[in-house]
């Protein structure tokens, strides 16, 4: 848990959640805050399993995967190439397109250029390419008076994304099954604060949306979570715009380390489909595999 990612607390808070249940369960457990010297730590407690309960650039992209293939020790959630791929949006539409899955208009550009113009009409979103939890992201306005000014400390290049009107949706696959729809409801945007903040947001699950809807999140989850070659428990984020129905529902992003916080989303579809969440922590270490 932790590293040094920009989301290394939500990373800590995941990881101290897990800890406490999976010990609830019965397992002996070794908290780990990964550093330079993650390999020797690893080394001297020589688990059975790794929880990996690390979020955001060098916990769900690959990096660690490969380091824990490389002393072939066992872990959670998805391997190299999956976590890999899902971490960068951009490539993951491409997988989603392949697949028949619905997605917006996007493109990769330099961060001079989208500081220089607009290089979408309005309303448009610009985020990192390989961050999660909404960190980075700027939305532009439909009346914007020009392009936004983006941090000195964001990528040289970033994502710009046609933005979706209505409402936010997402799905939990757990194996070979989704575990249900949350529809989340804040007074703005779904910042990093609104899905971490106590209050930032309300989560009505399961969601409050036609069957058809519904059916299909689940539907386009688990095809997502297939097609990206993803293992364990993965989350798929979307974009539903009411007035055009079925035509209206998008995906943004598939999740292969989704939060394990109290205000988490997955933990909230597990408990809809009847695991508790130390029972969900439970399947997560006996999924467990090297080689994923």
């Not at 992201?137 to 710009?160: C, F, K, Q, T």
Request: net charge negative.
């Amino acid at each position: 848990m932790g590293g040094r990612s920009a989301e290394r607390d939500v990373s800590l808070s995941s990881g101290r959640g897990c800890a406490d249940a999976l010990m609830s369960e019965g397992f002996d457990v070794v908290e780990i805050d990964a550093g330079p010297d993650l390999v020797s730590q690893l080394q001297a407690a020589a688990p059975d399993v790794v929880f990996n309960a690390l979020h955001g650039r060098w916990g769900e992209d690959g990096c660690v995967q490969g380091v824990l293939e490389w002393l072939g020790l066992p872990y959670t959630h998805s391997g190299v190439l999956a976590s890999a791929l899902a971490m960068d949006k951009e490539r993951t539409k491409a997988v989603y397109r392949s697949a028949g899955l619905p997605v917006v208009l996007s493109k990769v550009a330099a961060r001079s250029e989208i500081t220089a113009r607009h290089v979408l009409p309005p309303p448009y979103v610009v985020k990192p390419v390989n961050e999660g939890s909404s960190v980075g992201v700027y939305l532009v306005h439909e009346a914007s008076n020009g392009p936004p000014r983006i941090a000195d400390d964001m990528p040289d290049h970033l994502m710009v994304e046609a933005f979706v009107p209505g409402r936010e949706l997402t799905a939990t696959v757990m194996g070979t099954q989704a575990l249900g729809v949350t529809d989340i409801l804040t007074d703005g945007w779904y910042d990093y604060d609104a899905k971490y903040q106590t209050g930032g947001s309300r989560h009505v699950c399961p969601a409050q949306i036609p069957p058809e809807i519904y059916a299909a999140c689940e539907d386009y989850a688990l095809r997502a979570h297939t097609v990206l070659g993803c293992r364990g428990v993965t989350r798929t984020d979307f974009r539903w715009d009411e007035s055009k129905g079925l035509d209206g529902l998008v995906l943004l992003e598939t999740n292969t380390q989704p939060g394990m916080t109290p205000t988490s989303l997955s933990p909230e579809q597990a408990a809809l489909a009847g695991y508790s969440f130390g029972a969900l922590c439970r399947w997560m270490v006996e999924d467990a595999s090297c080689g994923r």
